[in-house]
């Protein structure tokens, strides 16, 4: 489904503003290629946070920190016999209206859990030290208490999350984009140009890498490489080199779902996430089914 064909009635506006905006710019680029452009441009779930007491927030509201919204009954999820530290909780039905794609599921509640090293310290990126969790059902949930021999330096202060309209094209190292920029000599000021309106015209902030579904927003080089060098485990510079091709084929299969900013103001993960932003990439085929739990992780950061 291409994303003209997605927009109907709600995000229509915004996008053809966006389309108005590349087919009029001035850059010497072929119009075929401005409409290529136009169709690798994502619908993209933006989200903003406010500082805000946990007990101030509803139960079930998507927010970061504070207690997590579970059913009493639920089992923590562990590292190496040690608890992982709640991040966030997303609520599905919240975000729907801008899931134009329909990518996820219309209910439901989706948890992020981290392990934290304490011997580092910091988030810890390992398998298994990681868990998304998607909880369907949320009607027995209630605010829990941490379980006991929970690392509670892990606890996070709250910040209630608001979602928004966003619109997301590929990181401009992308196998996507690259054609372009082998064609044209002036494409990164046109891609410059073009990721700076869509970030105006949706009130997104610069430094704000907080979202969900989309194309990856990368701190460095497009994640999805990070995310074909963890599946590949590999560890060194000359291992790197020696499969850059692997590397790149690899990287074609996956998406970003979800990317939890460490650095936002309003809450407090920078205590062990520093400036980084968590990237959770997920293959299209796993997102077809929701199976949304099915994720694979890096870090980005400077």
Known sequence: MTILSSLFGFGQNKFEKIKKHIIESNYDIESSDKLEILD???????????????????????????????????????????????????????????????NLPKNGILYAFVF????????MNKESSYKLIYLENTENIERIEFPKEYFLEGKFKSAQIEYFEYYTLPDDENYKIKKYESKYDDFSYFYETVTEFIDNLTNQETDNFHQILGEDRSVQSSVVFDFATKKLEIKTVEDYESKKAEIEEISKKY??????????????????????????GIEPENLKKNNIENVIMAFQGT
């Not at 500082?51 to 562990?78: C, Q, V």
């Open 255 to 280: 998406r970003i779902l979800l990317q939890l900013d460490c650095n936002d103001r309003n809450s407090d993960l920078s205590r062990f996430g520093g400036n980084a932003v968590m990237y959770f």
């Open 40 to 102: 690798l441009i994502k619908p993209t779930i933006g989200i903003k946070t406010k500082s805000k007491d946990d007990n101030e927030i509803g139960i079930g509201i998507s927010k970061i920190g504070g207690n997590p919204d579970l059913p009493k009954d639920f089992k923590w999820p562990k590292f190496e016999n040690e608890y992982l530290t709640f991040c966030a909780q997303y609520n599905l039905s919240e975000l729907s209206k801008y899931d134009l794609q329909n």
């Open 116 to 123: 934290i090293d304490q011997d580092y310290p910091g988030f």
